[in-house]
């Protein structure tokens, strides 16, 4: 079982920055691959970024790609999600997701994520 906390969500014009983190209960954090979705109203919750167990491999979305950056630093069970050159369109709720299966074609898929928290909300204005 893993329960997971986001933080660092707020309101920011364009342009600026946010880092969100993802803190994890448990002991065996290592051995998930961890990803962030967001929804914004009205839509599906949509994949945006994941990284692997040990964090040498990541995937983007490619609406954040260039701007987003997803790390993990498992001393502290935490994963990160800066976000520079934020848009209006990136705002949404943002929510952190564990996964034990290892299949790396799946993580940007919702079902694949076995853990989720209860997600940070992120307004962006023009």
């Known amino acids: 079982q893993v329960q997971l906390v986001e933080s660092g969500g707020g309101w920011v014009q364009a342009g600026g920055s946010l880092r969100l983190s993802c803190a994890a209960s448990?002991?065996?954090?290592?051995?998930?691959?961890m990803g962030w979705f967001r929804q914004a109203p009205g839509k599906e919750r949509e994949f945006v970024a994941a990284?692997?167990?040990?964090?040498?491999?990541?995937k983007y979305a490619d609406s954040v790609k260039g701007r987003f950056t997803i790390s993990r630093d498992n001393a502290k069970n935490t994963v990160y999600l800066q976000m520079n050159s934020l848009k209006p369109e990136d705002t949404a709720v943002y929510y952190c997701?564990?996964?034990?299966?290892?299949?790396?074609?799946?993580?940007?898929?919702?079902?694949?994520?076995?853990?989720w928290g209860q997600g940070t909300q992120v307004t962006v204005s023009s």
């Open positions: 448990g002991r065996t954090f290592s051995s998930y691959v």
């Open positions: 990284i692997s167990w040990g964090g040498t491999g990541t």
């Open positions: 997701a564990a996964a034990l299966d290892r299949e790396w074609a799946a993580v940007t898929t919702v079902p694949h994520y076995d853990y």
